[in-house]
C-alpha cells in the first residue's frame, strides 16, 4: 500500500522568503514521486518529478525537491517566494513499475505569498 | 489549441438529473482519467481508460459511468446526480502507461448539485 502526506495545508511566506513545503510518503516497492502546481481555476501542472536518477531533482520556475529515503520525504524548496508561486501544490507517489492509474495524490498545500 | 478542454466550466443541477462532462484531448494520449477534487481529500481517482472501449474502475466510481469510443474523447456521466457529487472535476490524459508518466489536466468542471 502507498500514501502520501503534506504537512500543513496552508503555508504562508514573505515575498524573497524560503518556500518549504513538506511531503512524506509510504510505499511498499520503490516509487516515483511528484509535485503539481495548481493556479486558482486550472488544472494541475507537473512541477517536477524524481524517477530514482538524480536524488535532487530540479523543475520550473526554480522548485526543486531532494528524495530523502531514509526519511521517506520528497521536500519541495524554492531559495526565494515570489508573488506568482501563489497556488496549491500536490505531492503525489507512484509505485514503481505501475501503471500511471495507481498514482496517490496528497491532500494539497495552499501557498501564500506575503508582500 | 493543442491540450485537453473540459465542458462545461461550470455547472448546476439538480439532485436525480443526469449530466455528462465532457472531455477532449488533441494529442491522441492512450491514456485518459477522471478525478474529482475535494477539500482535504485532494485528487481522487473516478475512472480511467487505456485506449478507446477499455475503461475501469478507480478509487471512486460509485454513481459515475464512463465511455470511450473515440481516442480523443472521455465523458463522465453522472446518471442521477446527488449532493454528494458535488465537487471540481478534472480530466486528465498520458502518452504512456507507465507510473512514471506526467498527467496532464485539464482546467476542470465545478459541479454543484442543488
Known amino acids: 500500500a502507498q500514501s502520501v502526506t503534506q504537512l500543513g495545508s496552508h503555508v504562508s511566506v514573505s515575498e524573497g522568503a524560503l518556500v518549504l513545503l513538506r511531503c512524506n510518503y509510504s510505499?511498499?516497492?520503490?516509487?516515483?514521486l511528484f509535485w503539481y502546481v495548481q493556479y486558482p481555476n486550472q488544472g494541475l501542472q507537473l512541477l517536477l518529478k524524481y524517477t530514482s536518477a538524480a536524488t535532487l531533482v530540479k523543475g520550473i520556475n526554480g522548485f526543486e525537491a531532494e528524495f530523502k529515503k531514509s526519511e521517506t520525504s520528497f521536500h519541495l524548496t524554492k531559495p526565494s517566494a515570489h508573488m506568482s508561486d501563489a497556488a496549491e501544490y500536490f505531492c503525489?507517489?507512484?509505485?514503481?513499475?505501475?501503471?500511471?492509474?495507481?498514482?496517490?495524490f496528497g491532500s494539497g498545500t495552499r501557498l501564500s505569498i506575503r508582500p | 489549441d493543442a491540450g485537453i478542454t473540459q465542458s462545461p466550466r461550470y455547472k448546476i443541477t439538480e439532485t436525480g438529473r443526469q449530466v455528462t462532462l465532457m472531455c477532449h484531448q488533441t494529442w491522441s494520449h492512450s491514456y485518459m482519467f477522471w478525478y474529482r477534487q475535494d477539500l482535504g481529500h485532494g485528487l481522487r481517482l473516478i475512472y480511467y481508460?487505456?485506449?478507446?472501449?477499455?475503461?475501469d474502475k478507480g478509487e471512486v466510481p460509485d454513481g459515475y459511468v464512463v465511455s470511450r469510443s473515440k481516442t480523443e474523447n472521455f465523458p463522465l456521466t453522472l446518471e442521477s446526480a446527488t449532493r454528494s457529487q458535488t465537487s471540481v472535476y478534472f480530466c486528465a490524459s498520458s502518452d504512456r502507461q507507465g507510473s512514471n508518466s506526467p498527467l496532464h489536466f485539464g482546467n476542470g468542471t465545478r459541479l454543484t448539485v442543488t
Open positions: 503525489a507517489v507512484s509505485p514503481a513499475g505501475s501503471s500511471a492509474s495507481k498514482i496517490i
Open positions: 481508460s487505456a485506449a478507446a472501449d477499455i475503461t
Open positions: 510505499s511498499s516497492v520503490p516509487p516515483y
